[in-house]
């Protein structure tokens, strides 16, 4: 009877260990991840703080108006629930521009998770991108960045899939940033390639601008003089 009792407990401690093990490792995976997602937040703060080098390569957003970060465990090539109601409250709606151009942006966004969550070989993937786009008579870019790690059927996290990592962020592109050329693919992309439809939303952008511009809605700020001595000032 001893000798029963102790293979059980011995059983017990043997699953324990493997548990523990695979909350471990899916911990460290987790934190890879994450670290992953570090890295390319790194690249979105560089592109914010030297605009004028990244404008050399692309057109580059001013600072991050909208951003989400996730990590997600066990997401299917179907997507799991949550992620694409995510992308939709991401993007919000918009009842402005060629219908289905928003639509459009969302169902690039979902492509790309769609495409790395179904590739099932084992071991990590990732995906980066962004496009410019004009949503809410502004000019804005959306940066996405895709990270997942499938595990292996024999490993010790048998129980779990994967994991799936990803940054969603909208800036907004100073249109002083933006060759004339690059303004009119925009427009037409957003209003249509009539002159009619592209030609007035165009005419519409500028006169807003021309607008604002006259009106000093950001003067500088001036700073008060700082009376008294650096040790008066200590006290």
């Not at 059927?153 to 933006?178: F, R």
Request: proline share 3%.
């Amino acid at each position: 009877m001893g000798n029963v009792v102790s293979d059980m407990v011995k059983q017990i401690d043997r699953a324990d260990e493997k548990e523990r093990v695979a909350k471990e490792q899916l911990e460290l995976m987790m934190k890879l991840a994450d670290a992953r997602l570090d890295t390319f937040e790194g690249k979105l703060k560089n592109m914010f703080l030297d605009k004028e080098s990244a404008a050399k390569t692309s057109v580059p957003g001013k600072r991050a108006l909208r951003f989400e970060r996730s990590v997600r465990v066990d997401t299917g090539s179907a997507g799991a629930p949550g992620v694409e109601q995510a992308v939709d409250a991401f993007f919000g709606a918009a009842q402005t521009g060629t219908q289905g151009v928003l639509d459009g942006f969302k169902a690039v966004v979902k492509t790309g998770l769609k495409a790395i969550l179904g590739d099932t070989s084992a071991g990590e993937s990732y995906d980066e991108k962004f496009f410019v786009c004009i949503k809410h008579n502004a000019i804005v870019r959306v940066d996405m960045y895709t990270y997942r790690y499938n595990f292996s059927n024999e490993g010790v996290i048998s129980t779990h899939k994967n994991v799936l990592a990803y940054i969603l962020c909208i800036s907004v592109v100073d249109h002083a940033d933006v060759t004339v050329d690059e303004i009119i693919y925009l427009a037409s992309e957003f209003a249509g390639d009539g002159p009619d439809q592209y030609g007035a939303y165009l005419a519409q952008l500028i006169k807003t601008w021309k607008e604002l511009k006259s009106h000093d809605l950001d003067p500088p700020r001036k700073v008060p003089a700082i009376a008294g001595t650096l040790k008066e000032l200590t006290l």
